[in-house]
């Protein structure tokens, strides 16, 4: 037997794991799956003849070394920041290994090492990164080798909740981390290129310039900026590019009335609430309004931000229930931004019957013979239930994919790496079709960078 160590049972390792177990039989596969929550890893493994489930604490040395040193390949599913232990044993032991968090500095200081062993370390393979990386450079290898010169590349991708699980007024669940939502875009200005100018857009503005994106079947979307839409222009070739953004999908909406917390302050991160453990959602929202001995909380905001009383964000901010005086935080020195989240999560919160879904969307803008073209492309992933989320889908699937490509040696280049050859994107972008996770492409006029929506 062939033997995997997966190590965290996390979210998205359902998918991951029932792709391996799945071809367990003919590809002689035994998969161990190690969490320092063993029953979460016992839930995933069940009773599959051909897996099992082991305590693994990655802080533990001579247990981690241990399941290192008797796997064939290593996949970690742990937070980012664990990922660099792992990764020195198995080049110590000569393990190849792959995790779909991006390249860390720490990681990247491995890469001599493990091209002088031969050892494939492969990041960045899960949806972003990892799926944006494999289809975007699909298509814009497709035009270089036809002659064309790339002036434009957009790429957006958003977890969101899928359509029939789509019941409140911000069109908006909890799909994902919800720490990271809510700190999203924080620590410096949004950069981009727009028809070769430099342009950033600072935090507290980001979520009002927006662009929007149309899903046949799905309808309409809107996009706001990363913090650094160039940290790939040159791993994707396009140094010569006139237009490179990248951002996150919501529905249309969503970015308007969140901005409301940015304007606030409700977001910040950076300091604690005194008494924050015994103050109602009500206290924490005035604590960010001005003093009045005879105005409400709801009229204080409203007229701070002038927000009418029939504005869709007013109707959006009641549904949270962010006004309710009994409910209580009830977290000790808690920043404003875990003490929002702490809020959201009350609402946002996927129901147990809910499903997710997952949207990427590129735009390619390209040149040839004079004439100027532009190709748009999309996918939508839906889940199936909890468990098979369209997240875990589009995350763990590309990782067991990879896993099993470099178990078999047809992904052999060593180093650190992520999948922007074609010899890593085009069997995995495939066999993702297998699994429903297509892109739709369509020829549309090219109209430059839409510089009305920034």
Partial sequence: MRNILIIGSGKSTSSLLRYLLDKSDNENLFITVGDLNVNSAKKLVGNHQNAKAITLDVFDEKSRIEAIKNADIVVSMLPARFHIEVAKDCILYNKHMVTASYVSPEMQILDKEAKSKGLVLMNEIGVDPGIDHMSAMQVLDRIRDDGGEVVLFESFTGGLVAPESDNNLWNYKFTW????VVVAGQGSAAKFLQEGTYKYIPYNRLFRRTEFLDIEGFGRFEAYANRDSLKYQTIYGLNKVKTLYRGTIRRVGFSRAWHIFVSLGMTDDSYTIDDSENMSYRDFINAFLPYSPSDSVELKLRHALKIDQDDIVWDKLIELDIFNAKKRVKLKKATPAKILQKILMDSWTLAEEDKDMVVMYHKFGYKKAEKYYQIDANMVALGEDQTYTAMAKTVGLPVAIATLAILNGTITSPGVQI???????????????????TFHEKEVPYLGYNALNY
Avoid at 177 to 180: A, C, L, Q, S
Avoid at 419 to 437: D, M, S, V
């Fill in 177 to 180: 981390n919800p720490r990271n």
């Fill in 419 to 437: 999948p922007t050859t074609k010899e890593i994107y085009e069997p995995i972008l495939k066999e993702l079709e297998t699994f429903g996770i």
